[in-house]
């Protein structure tokens, strides 16, 4: 009777065992188990106000992921007082580092909106770093963005 109650906890253990292995093969190629923002090929990061740590903060989490991942799409969306980041003429200290991550294939798009309320607002017209895209709505690129397969890094 002993023998065959240790014989039962022996079979326990070993189905959990096989499950536990089982697991640990098959887990790697579910990527719905991982919300590491690393581990996604398409990243956004979206900016909505001109304060300069903010801004800061999202060259920053540029640059890690262009170095943490070569090679991943990210792209940098600019909205509303946002904008303030990507503009030509404005005293912006983050241009050098723009430009860079442009080379390095970080795309950047700015609110066409948003600058034209800019540009309405100061009554001229407003200039933007050279290779910054324009998008209509900036909030609605975005979503649509992380609609297809983005993930929203600064969420």
């Given at each position: 009777?002993?023998?065959?109650?240790?014989?039962?906890?022996?079979?326990?253990?070993?189905?959990?065992?096989?499950?536990?292995?089982?697991?640990?093969?098959?887990?790697?190629?579910?990527?719905?188990?991982?919300?590491?923002?690393?581990?996604?090929?398409?990243s956004v990061l979206e900016i909505s106000d001109s304060l300069q740590g903010n801004q800061?903060?999202?060259?920053?989490?540029?640059?890690?992921?262009?170095?943490?991942?070569?090679?991943?799409?990210?792209?940098?969306?600019?909205?509303?007082?946002?904008?303030?980041?990507?503009?030509?003429?404005?005293?912006?200290?983050?241009?050098?580092?723009?430009?860079?991550?442009?080379?390095?294939?970080?795309?950047?798009?700015?609110?066409?909106?948003?600058?034209?309320?800019?540009?309405?607002?100061?009554?001229?017209?407003?200039?933007?770093?050279?290779?910054?895209?324009?998008?209509?709505?900036?909030?609605?690129?975005?979503?649509?963005?992380?609609?297809?397969?983005?993930?929203?890094?600064?969420?």
């Amino acid at each position: 009777m002993h023998s065959h109650a240790f014989t039962i906890v022996l079979q326990v253990i070993m189905v959990g065992v096989m499950f536990s292995v089982a697991f640990l093969i098959v887990m790697p190629a579910i990527p719905f188990f991982s919300k590491d923002p690393l581990i996604t090929t398409k990243s956004v990061l979206e900016i909505s106000d001109s304060l300069q740590g903010n801004q800061q903060l999202v060259i920053s989490r540029a640059k890690k992921l262009c170095v943490t991942l070569p090679g991943k799409h990210i792209e940098v969306v600019a909205v509303g007082k946002g904008i303030d980041l990507l503009l030509s003429d404005y005293d912006s200290a983050n241009q050098h580092e723009i430009q860079s991550l442009m080379r390095r294939g970080v795309v950047f798009s700015i609110c066409q909106h948003s600058l034209q309320e800019l540009t309405h607002r100061l009554g001229r017209p407003i200039q933007i770093i050279e290779g910054v895209q324009r998008v209509p709505d900036g909030r609605c690129y975005a979503d649509d963005l992380k609609n297809n397969g983005y993930l929203d890094i600064l969420a």
